[in-house]
């Protein structure tokens, strides 16, 4: 756990990528994207999402493409895990 977010930032290694997640039409859909190892995937909250702040410093931006409001979060993190999982070969 770290105190901020920029503890967290410092916290990485410096070949990390940011992937933060959003619901705007403008993010890469999230089986498009290319995931590795250095990738660091963002969540915000279920109801506010990532801060602009956050979004604006990250390599990437990604979405899940659905047609609802908005997912539980738990359900976004299990989808974009999958994907990771079987761009790098993991079985889940």
């Known amino acids: ?15 990390k990528v940011l992937i933060g997640t959003t619901p705007a039409i403008s993010a890469t859909p999230y089986r498009e994207v290319s995931y590795t190892a250095s990738s660091v995937v963002l969540f915000g909250s279920e109801s ?14 990604a979405r899940i493409p659905i047609y609802a409001r908005s997912l539980n979060l738990s359900v976004a993190v299990g989808i974009f895990a999958a994907q990771v999982g079987s761009q ?3 079985q889940m």
């Open 88 to 90: 790098e070969g993991i």
């Open 48 to 61: 506010t999402g990532l801060p602009s702040s956050v979004l604006s410093a990250c390599h990437a931006t």
């Open 1 to 15: 756990v770290h105190p901020d977010y920029s503890s967290f930032l410092d916290s990485l290694p410096s070949e």
